[in-house]
Each structure stands twice: as C-alpha cells, then as structure tokens.
C-alpha cells in the first residue's frame, strides 16, 4: 500500500466542471495526446495503454503544455469541455477521464494531480517514517496547512533528524512538491 502527499486548495473542495465525450473523441483525444507528446518530448498520457480497454478509459493526461484552442478542436470545441480544459490548465492540473461500466458514459474533469505529476508517491511505512520526521503524527490520511510545514521544513532540528534517520531524499522531494505548488491561503499539504 502507498501513500500519496499533494498539494491542495480549496478549489478541491468545490464541484469542478466535469464533460462527457463520445468514444470517437475518446480516440481523437488519445491520438492528438500521443503526436503532441511525441512533437514536443513529452509524456501526455498516464497511462498510455491502448491495449487494456480499462487502462485505454481510465488515464490522466497532460493539457497544460498544449494550446487550449488547439485541444477543444479535437472535441467540436464542446463548451462543456473547454470548461474542463481551462479549469485544469488555470488551476496546472491534469485532467482525469473515466467510465463507469454501469450506464458507459465516458466523462472528463480536472484531475488532482498537478500537471507536472509532482506529487509524492510513498511506500507506506516510508510515508509514516517521513511524517515522524517532521514530528507528525503516521496517519495513513491526513493534512496540514502549507505555511505550518514549511516551517518545519525549515527547522534545523527537522534537517538533523531527517539525516539521522536516513529520509532527507524525501525531505528533498517534498520540498520540490512544495516549490512548484501555487500557494494561496487555503492551499495545504495533503496525504492518504
């Protein structure tokens, strides 16, 4: 089992704008992702799978480094979508699409992975050796305001226990989570 940390706001708090597509976009949307990422050097799609019907319907993808308007084209430019996409490139979120088997409606909406994918994906009793270090309690959910664990961050006490404890790798990576967060009065730590 793992443990996620990532940065939230309360923006994740709210309804955002979810779309549903029809399967050929589906398709469309996959072949544009896969020539833009091919074009520019990037991942687009996680997962990348076309062979796995689940995987080929359930992925995260990468919008933010590809042109709005360029994007809604592959979707009829869809208001419904052009809401999703905007939502997730204002916010640097990728956009999650799934189905649900039960009715096979295909949706989309902005996703809580960062588009950079930065979040921090832990073995649980690494996550727990972390949340020790940082003179947290090891819940296996949970979250803390982003200025309280910056100030931790930034404790001298914090540094040398970390090295002693041998988990300054993943006070390195938190710290890099937190540096590319967009940071707001809301915006807190979260973990599950």
Do not use: K
């Amino acid at each position: 089992m793992s443990i996620t940390f990532r940065i939230a706001t309360a923006s994740d708090d709210q309804p955002g704008p979810v779309a549903t597509i029809n399967a050929r976009q589906l398709a469309a949307f996959r072949a544009y992702l896969r020539e833009e990422g091919e074009r520019l050097g990037l991942a687009l799609l996680d997962p990348d799978s076309d062979e796995d019907r689940v995987l080929a319907l359930n992925f995260e993808a990468r919008v933010c480094p590809l042109a709005l308007a360029s994007v809604a084209r592959v979707f009829d430019h869809d208001a419904a979508v052009i809401a999703v996409l905007d939502e997730a490139q204002f916010r640097d979120r990728r956009i999650a699409v799934w189905w649900y088997e039960s009715d096979r409606v295909i949706r989309m909406r902005p996703s809580l992975t960062s588009d950079h994918g930065a979040e921090l994906d832990l073995a649980e009793s690494d996550a727990h050796a972390l949340l020790e270090g940082l003179g947290l309690n090891p819940d296996d959910v949970g979250e803390i305001p982003i200025d309280t664990i910056r100030g931790r961050l930034a404790n001298p006490a914090i540094r040398r226990r970390a090295e002693a404890d041998g988990i300054s790798t993943m006070l390195e990576r938190l710290e890099r989570l937190l540096a590319i967060a967009d940071a707001d009065d809301s915006s807190r730590l979260e973990w599950a």
